[in-house]
């Protein structure tokens, strides 16, 4: 089975990586770190991987968040053996070299000559880049904190008795307890604010769940309250869960958790865009909330609402332009690589590997 993630997400708090989560603490995990610059075949190598091994009982695509088209690893869960970009803004560098993580170096496949007379060009292509990326980190700042606004007003409107009681029924009602599995979680971001707009990967909710709940709550606090909770459940039931978190809070706000051995979903839907192909039980949360008190706040939560709206469109805009001169900058690179060399590489990395 194929499935799809994020491990880096463009944030309110800049760029934030996962990509140390991969195989945490595993002693018996190879992974492959890819270096090199722009232009240097690192995502066309890791789609090698992903071709070769497309019949692997379980194989992990993870997207880039700023260009979607692009590759940042493939993973072999079952195998323990991944192939990934090391390059900034995830760095990832041997913690263990040559024992569980490789380095492999397609820069020396450039031919320098070839980069050299345009220097300059280079230099002020990739400061540029990174102008843009600061340019949507500053817009996703500000939609981050009309949200964790909206959460705040959300808190004092939620009515918390109400909705315990309701989180713990549906857990007892749902969850299995399992003596025989110890608590496991892998954490995974199934959406994204990317270069064409928030991406969330429904496919992967999807194929990995028969019985999927959307919470639906524009006002973010029951979510909230119940993703956390149910965190804290599949603890105690000793569950193996996946965890996903927001494209805005990846490291505090969980946005789904899926149940594995159970087949299970849970998925939050703050605004009407998020995981709008996806489809489940619904769960809605204005029960949960003092309904005479949201009518005294609701212009307020409307005008921020649409504030974070502009704010996303803003911020993709800036990614979708430093996409386009990262495509600048790989020409270049694209234009003193030699192919030859570098698929002798990828033909040798595929026939050692052991999957």
Known sequence: ???????????????????????????????????????????????????????????????????????????FPNKKIAVVDGTPPHVLEPRYPCLREEIVWLAEYVDRKKLLPHNDEIVNLMAECKNYHKEADSFLFVAGEFIKEINKLGENLLINTKSDLFIQKTAKKLLIKNEAVDFSVKKRLLSAITDVGKVDFNETVSSLCDNI???????????????????????????????SYSPYFPQTMINAIIFKNEKLAFVVRNTKNDFVELNGKT??????????????????????????????????????????????????????MDYDELNKKTDFLLESCEI
């Open 283 to 336: 769960i809605s949360s204005l029960r949960f909330y003092n309904t005479e008190n949201v009518k005294t706040i609701s212009e307020r939560i409307k005008f921020m609402r649409k504030s974070i709206k502009l704010c996303q469109e803003d911020a993709v805009k800036m990614i979708a332009k430093a996409k386009t001169i990262h495509d600048k900058l790989e020409k270049y690179y694209i234009d003193a």
């Open 213 to 243: 709940y959307i919470i639906e709550d524009k006002y973010y606090a029951f979510a909230n309250r119940f993703m956390n909770n149910i965190y804290d459940f599949a603890k105690n039931y000793a569950c193996d869960i996946i965890v």
């Open 1 to 75: 089975m194929i499935t799809k993630y994020f491990l880096g997400s463009n944030s309110h708090n800049g760029f934030v990586s996962f990509f140390d989560e991969m195989f945490k603490d595993n002693e018996n995990s190879h992974i492959y770190i890819l270096k090199g610059g722009a232009g240097c075949g690192k995502s066309n190598l890791m789609k090698k991987f992903a071709e070769k091994f497309k019949n692997s009982e379980d194989t992990e695509l993870i997207h880039c968040c700023s260009d979607i088209t692009s590759l940042d690893a493939v993973i």
